[in-house]
């Protein structure tokens, strides 16, 4: 095999496997350290920087990071990254001082950003430092987007959602509220210098069945929460099934009780595994007694004088294979009695307001043609992100494409090519401080995942707005941080230092090092001293070492960061080096790719 | 500061016959130099032991002083052990082994301690056929005592320093051939695929086998001018014979035979299969391996591999025809007939 390149950023960033698991990219390990000095503050920049939304995300994430993370490999579960986000935010103390501000001086360049949303906030976040004017057009009376009307207060606070949207609108957003655009037309000849599209993907899957549209209780999960949300619905009825079992199912059936319901079941039309929601909300759900029944397909809703009585369901059978349904067969029919549908079977997004003959093109499904790097629609200087780019995704996926957007809004403006990109930039440096030691937290910790406290059952549905998680107290941090196996503390290696003393190879306890002779990658794989589990891991390979031509392997997939290989090596081949990855965002465009530093560059490795 | 090797529970974790994991075989995290090719013996060792699937407490682990005798302690934690005084580990290993033959019994030794003050006791050890693996880990220096010349130094190698060798080195394995050994072989610290059967074969071999393994002290003697430095080893190291062991269980397959291939049957039904690199080396002779030693040395050349071998050599036990039955096994009245058996047995000889 070749030598590995590993000047390429993507080849570190892809053994931080949380951060490369993230769509934004988040420094986690080196968040997490921060939290284990009790830097609070600087933990929360470190997100901000990502992910916009610390306080938020550290609540409501889909986190991609944590099935990803290096821990849930070794027979365990992953560290709770989410949980330890919120830890940041919540512990943090006033850091207003530390936000971008906007300059006096306007560049003199005006932006639309339609909807308010995490998407558009992002935006505007990337954009009102450099002195551009974002004037955002919200339909609500307040910002927010599904932030705000699709999940629930239980499981995010107003305070913390009106803190960090108001840490960008302070900036000097202007807002619209109440405001919806009607035409993109008429939005376009206002002469904006660009328009970014951020206002999701509002509609709500139709389930056409006998009987849909003849009585009132039959709800759409979307549209219902965002009533709960906005204080139009108040109460609902004792028995309620929930149509779907996505994460906005999860928040409907559990919204359910608050208002009201005494038995809630949330209908499967398929087994557990095909489950779209999070594992953790599932379980939530549960512990507040849902019932979750599968194998259960929607089939009539039945409705007498005009009153909703149950639904009829097919009881289904599959053949499973290889994790795949290849037969499905119908074994009999069943009533369920219930007061109230809820239908959250998935959401789309629609664009009736925007005008087919603009030159924004539309694909046969009505979604818009897109540019994934860019954002660009097929009109110069009309962008969308969030899930009004690609279709329903989460807050997380719309705060990367905001960033991108962002950048492309810039160039745009600027008139420069928007296809021409800054790469994403990697330093390194050495985390040794001595004969053993080191400035990480190398010793691996066997401690299990810290379990989230629950306010107790019988005080949650008190009100609404009760949060049900309490968040880590402090002896769970302290747990928790040791937990991370600091995967951004790289082994970086220099072959023309290596002796072949083979010291590494037998103190590693992973035994994820090999030193053998050079092959294909097939040939090579074979000789590893233990089996290649994953094959998207990496595999380091060296140059040739000078003493016998042979090559030093790392399989990449079960290093757990110990450092012992760097501590145990005589001529120091091996060290240990924080990986600070840097994704440029549009601040970092301002100044031109020559001149030195760029903005996001400015962070220095805790 | 990192005191332990963590132990992880990876998936696709192999085990051995009698269920352990490689990782069952380690000791305690080594304090020697990083870099020191002792740990890299130990290493092979565990990997040998593991593979052979010897019971941990059916090990017993002896050593004199030195770095090298400090290692019976980073492999194999539920063995026995004893770490006796400087260059006396023959001793206490003929001891052990005269108490219970039924022990696996190794011997780590160094070549400060082997062949300066342990001198008169290797040669007494071989001459017994004490069935043991005797292991000298040799770098050419006192690491311990901070990288003085060991007397298996070779004249005109020089120190750290720069200080050149006067004195004419002292040959483990032509010495250990010559006084009549059944069993040596040589190695290097850092050819595990050449070490880890040969130690097999040697732990499987009845009777005393002396294993010499050029294992580079990092610290001391790891320079340009040093003979046993990673790199010089590396580059006058020469393949003569090859060994592997093949359990009683195992088929011996065709293949084994391609090439210049000897089996030698062990007493246990094992068989050691010998590999002729070099088709001029014989090592069932005594003179044939002498000669062909001095030839290569006097080119600069160190010779590895399975040098000597002789299956016939009686063992202590068979010399001095003790019971089978291990002494610690016994009864203390039969071990221990008392004082009128003894007079008994004294008047027979009046
Ligand atoms: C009776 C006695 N004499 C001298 C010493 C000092 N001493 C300790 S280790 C050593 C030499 C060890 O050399 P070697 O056996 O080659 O082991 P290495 O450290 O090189 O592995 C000596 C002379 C001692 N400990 N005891
Ligand atoms: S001094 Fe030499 S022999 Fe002793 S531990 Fe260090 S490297 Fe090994
Ligand atoms: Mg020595």
New binding site residues.
């Given amino acids: 095999m070749k030598r590995t390149d590993t000047s390429n950023p993507d080849y570190f960033h892809q053994v931080v496997d949380c951060q490369w698991g993230c769509p934004a990219h988040t420094d986690v390990p080196e968040y997490i350290r921060l939290i284990a000095q009790g830097r609070f503050d600087d933990a929360y920049m470190v997100n901000r920087e990502s992910n916009v939304f610390p306080g938020i995300l550290g609540r409501v994430c889909d986190r991609p990071c944590e099935p990803a993370c290096r821990r849930g490999r070794m027979d365990e579960k992953p560290v709770a990254i989410c949980r330890l986000k919120r830890v940041a935010a919540d512990h943090r103390g006033d850091i207003t001082d530390r936000l971008p501000r906007a300059p006096k001086e306007k560049n003199g360049k005006k932006v639309a950003l339609v909807g308010g949303g995490p998407a558009s906030l992002t935006v505007a976040n990337d954009l009102l430092p450099l002195g551009y004017e974002c004037v955002i057009f919200e339909a609500q009376a307040v910002a927010g987007g599904l932030m705000r009307y699709n999940i629930p207060a239980f499981r995010l606070p107003h305070e913390v959602l009106n803190e960090e949207i108001d840490y960008i609108l302070d900036m000097g957003a202007e807002i619209h509220y109440n405001h919806r655009v009607e035409s993109m037309k008429a939005l376009l000849d206002e002469g904006y210098d660009a328009v970014f599209v951020g206002s999701g993907a509002p509609r709500g899957k139709e389930l056409r069945l006998p009987g849909r549209y003849d009585t009132e209780n039959i709800h759409i999960g979307i549209d219902w929460l965002e009533s709960v949300a906005f204080d139009h619905i108040d109460a609902v009825g004792k028995k309620v099934l929930i149509i779907g079992v996505g994460n906005t199912a999860m928040d409907c059936c559990r919204t359910s009780l608050r208002l009201g319901a005494e038995n809630v079941k949330v209908m499967a039309r398929k087994p557990r595994e095909f489950f779209k929601a999070s594992v953790w909300e599932l379980e939530d759900a549960e512990e507040e007694n849902v019932e979750i029944v599968v194998n259960h397909s929607p089939k009539e809703f039945v409705v007498e004088n005009g009153k909703l009585k149950g639904m009829s369901f097919e009881l289904m059978e599959y053949t499973i294979e290889n994790g795949r349904i290849q037969d499905q067969d119908v074994t009999g029919e069943v009533f369920i009695a219930c007061d109230d549908v809820i239908l959250a079977i998935g959401q789309e997004n629609s664009f009736p307001w925007i005008e087919r003959d603009l030159g924004i093109e539309f694909n046969p499904w009505e979604e818009p043609m897109v540019d994934e790097v860019t954002y660009e629609s097929t009109r110069g200087g009309v962008f969308f992100g969030g899930d009004s780019a690609f279709g329903p995704k989460n807050i997380i996926w719309a705060v990367e494409h905001a960033h991108q957007a962002a950048i492309s809004i810039h160039r745009h403006c600027q008139g420069e090519s928007l296809q021409d990109r800054l790469p994403d930039l990697l330093n390194l440096q050495s985390r040794k401080m001595g004969m053993h030691e080191w400035s990480y937290s190398s010793t691996f910790d066997p401690a299990a995942r810290r379990k989230m406290m629950h306010v107790p059952l019988e005080q949650r549905f008190e009100a609404l707005g009760k949060e049900v998680e309490l968040g880590f107290d402090a002896e769970q941090t302290a747990k928790e941080v040791e937990r991370c196996l600091n995967c951004d503390i790289q082994t970086v290696f220099s072959d023309s230092l290596c002796i072949e003393c083979d010291a590494c190879l037998d103190i590693c306890p992973t035994q994820c090092l090999t030193i053998t002779s050079n092959g294909d990658k097939e040939d090579l794989v074979t000789r590893l001293k233990a089996p290649v589990l994953e094959h998207e891991q990496p595999l380091f390979v060296s140059g040739e070492l000078k003493q016998t031509s042979r090559v030093m392997v790392k399989d990449e997939n079960f290093c757990i960061h110990c450092g012992l290989c760097a501590e145990r090596c005589p001529t120091a081949a091996w060290d240990m080096q924080k990986s600070l990855l840097t994704f440029p965002k549009a601040a970092d465009y301002v100044s031109g790719p020559d001149s030195g530093e760029r903005p996001c560059q400015q962070r220095k490795a805790g | 500061m990192t005191f332990a090797r963590p132990k992880i529970n990876l998936p696709g974790q192999k085990v051995n016959e009698i269920g352990l994991a490689l990782r069952d075989y380690e000791g305690s995290l080594s304090t ?2 990083a870099g ?1 090719g ?1 740990d890299s013996i130990t290493a092979a060792l565990v990997q040998a032991l593991w593979e052979m699937s010897i019971r941990p407490e059916q090990l017993i682990k002896m050593s004199g002083i030195g ?1 090298s005798s400090k290692t019976p302690a980073y492999f194999v934690h539920g063995a026995h052990g004893f770490n006796s005084v400087h260059g006396r580990m023959p001793s206490v290993a003929t001891g052990a082994l005269a108490g219970n033959r039924d022990l696996v019994g190794i011997g780590v030794s160094g070549d400060g301690d082997s062949l300066s003050i342990g001198f008169g006791q290797f040669g007494h050890v071989i001459r017994r056929n004490v069935n043991m693996l005797y292991l000298i880990e040799n ?1 050419g220096v006192y ?2 005592t901070k990288g003085q010349f060991s007397a298996s130094a070779d004249a005109g190698s020089t120190s750290k320093k720069g200080e050149v060798n006067q004195m004419q080195n002292i040959n483990a394995v032509a010495t250990a051939i010559s006084m009549g050994a059944s069993f040596v072989g040589r190695s290097f610290s850092g050819d595990r695929e050449q070490l880890v059967p040969l130690i097999k074969a040697a732990i499987a071999h009845p009777g005393c086998a002396v294993l010499d393994v050029v294992s580079p ?4 003697n790891d320079h340009e001018g040093s003979t046993k430095s990673y790199a010089y080893t590396r580059d006058h190291k020469l393949r003569a014979v090859e060994a592997d062991l093949i359990s009683p269980r195992a088929e011996i397959k065709a293949s084994y035979y391609a090439g210049d291939t000897h089996p030698v049957r062990l007493h246990d039904g094992s068989t050691i299969l010998l590999r002729k690199v070099d088709p001029d080396y014989d090592p069932t002779r005594r003179n044939n391996a002498l000669g062909y030693l001095e030839r290569h040395r006097s080119r600069g050349e160190i010779v590895t591999g399975l040098l000597y071998i002789d299956q016939n050599v009686t063992d202590m036990h068979s010399q001095s025809r003790t019971t089978a039955m291990p002494l610690k096994a016994m009864d203390y009245e039969r071990l221990n007939p008392g004082s009128e058996a003894l007079r008994e047995l004294q008047k027979g000889m009046k």
């Fill in positions: 020697l130099c020191c002792h770095c770098n690491g311990l002290c990092v610290t001391f």
